[in-house]
């Protein structure tokens, strides 16, 4: 996608749906006839209960598309298991996983034809720098795919500085009024557009930070002066140059009272009202898998490597100045990622749907963020079992789990160990439990 946690969400950047139908998204972005699929609609198995939007937040988008070149796009379902994450609400402004474990666990390069959660597109522009054939990007929530489509018009017209201030990631004289100035400029649908202009405030404010996922976040980095933190704290810790003087500053910043504002800010209840959504946990059945799990994995991440050099965790913990980070943010990439957004097509329906409406064993990467977990395990298996079947023999599948295991189906799927990562060994971000690579045998 893709802790829609993205933590991510998500994504996070995302959605889902049950059985042998999934999740996918939104705004087709300008239609080419040899990328655009046709889109329709697909039933949910799974019931689920849709939750309320941010308050702050006005994410509404028309049910029905003005006259558009693009394919209609998907209905709205007013129950099954794609409402939660289908219900118009920016979810993620920025996608947490892992970009470097991505590209590598699945080795995307030219000939290849991914398929992969639109969420805010983070990785669907990194990857597309490795320069596959075609990415096709599926979201269920059409403000995610609002997202997409607006960064891709972006990157096609903008100079890199003002993509990077249209998207918060950087600043200028009257930033509100040149971020709707350089929105205006772009070519959008009309679904998009109305978003966009629905949606201003979210704009003016600075896209990176205003996602659901983003703001929930932020809101636990402003507790930190209440968990006794100094007002260098932050800087210490990131500033540190070599892992010992990391856990020093960390022995001091580790109060018990911190332990205790982080496992209340990141409890069931917490994510369910303000980050992600209790459907989204339907399915761990302990608390003490959820807020536990995040306070060990951030301890270990703490012995593991420098705060400084993981811009995951920078964004994680300093909120000031949005990161960047991501490849496709840098300015060396920007004329070479603007080359290849031929090759990227976005569209809102499932992902199993985009599987039907394409060649057969037409995908051979499949990315699919951290869905699997909100299947029972025998849905998750079938799931799994789905995208196999429509993969060509080798074609590979990669996913996190964020907070349960779920196991591949031995019948169909080879794990690739020597491409997963597991007790965070590799991944930089402390949200998730594990990276997944499965290859077709």
């Known amino acids: 996608a893709q802790m829609s946690l993205q933590i991510y969400d998500r994504t996070w950047h995302l959605a889902l749906a049950a059985t042998a139908t999934v999740i996918g998204v939104v705004i087709v972005c300008r239609r080419r006839s040899s990328q655009t699929v046709n889109i329709s609609d697909s039933e949910a198995k799974a019931e689920v209960n849709a939750t309320e939007p941010l308050a702050s937040v006005n ?9 558009s070149s693009l394919p209609v796009p998907l209905k709205t379902q007013k129950s099954g298991a794609l409402t939660t994450l289908k219900n118009e609400v920016l979810r993620y402004s920025q996608v947490w996983e892992d970009h470097a474990l991505l590209i590598s666990g ?16 983070d990785n669907v522009f990194n990857m597309l720098l490795a320069e596959p054939t075609t990415i096709h990007a599926v979201d269920v929530n059409p403000a995610q795919t609002a997202l997409v489509e607006l960064k891709l018009a972006a990157i096609k017209l903008l100079a890199h500085n003002d993509f990077l201030v249209l998207l918060g990631y950087a600043t200028c004289p009257d930033v509100a009024q040149r971020r709707s100035e350089l929105c205006a400029q772009l ?37 930190l002066p209440a968990a006794g933190w100094p007002a260098d704290g932050t800087d210490r810790l990131l500033g540190a140059s070599t892992i010992k003087a990391q856990l020093e500053v960390w022995q001091e910043l580790c109060t018990p009272r911190f332990e205790e504002i982080f496992l209340a800010h990141f409890a069931r209840e917490t994510q369910a009202k303000e980050g992600r959504s209790s ?23 703490i012995t593991l490597e420098l705060c400084r050099d993981n811009f995951y965790f920078r964004r994680f913990l300093d909120h000031r100045t949005p990161q960047a980070g991501s490849p496709y943010l840098e300015e060396s990439n920007y004329a070479r990622l603007r080359q290849l957004l031929p090759r990227v097509s976005l569209s809102t329906q499932t992902l199993q749907d985009a599987i039907k409406q394409a ?17 029972s395990a025998d849905v998750a298996r079938e799931t799994q079992e789905s995208f196999a079947a429509a993969m060509p023999s080798g074609g590979r599948l990669a996913y996190w789990e964020l907070f349960l295991p779920r196991p591949t189906a031995p019948d169909s799927l080879l794990v690739r160990d020597d ?21 077709k045998k």
């Open 359 to 375: 060649p057969p064993h037409h995908f051979n990467k499949i990315y699919v963020s951290d869905i699997f977990e909100y299947f």
């Open 59 to 67: 994410t509404s988008v028309p049910s029905k598309p003005k006259s």
């Open 187 to 223: 070519d959008l649908s009309p679904e998009c557009r109305d978003y966009w202009e629905e949606n201003e405030e979210l704009l003016q404010g600075g896209i990176a930070m205003s996602g659901r996922l983003e703001t929930y976040l932020r809101k636990f980095t402003e507790k």
């Open 106 to 121: 699945l080795e995307v390069g030219p000939g290849d034809h991914v398929l992969a959660i639109a969420s805010a597109g």
């Open 419 to 439: 491409r997963s990562a597991y007790n965070q060994m590799c991944d930089r971000n402390f949200f998730y439990r594990g990276f997944n690579v499965v290859q």
């Open 279 to 301: 459907q989204q946990l339907h399915h761990v059945e302990s608390d003490d898998e959820i807020a536990p799990r995040l306070l060990e994995r951030l301890k270990k991440l």
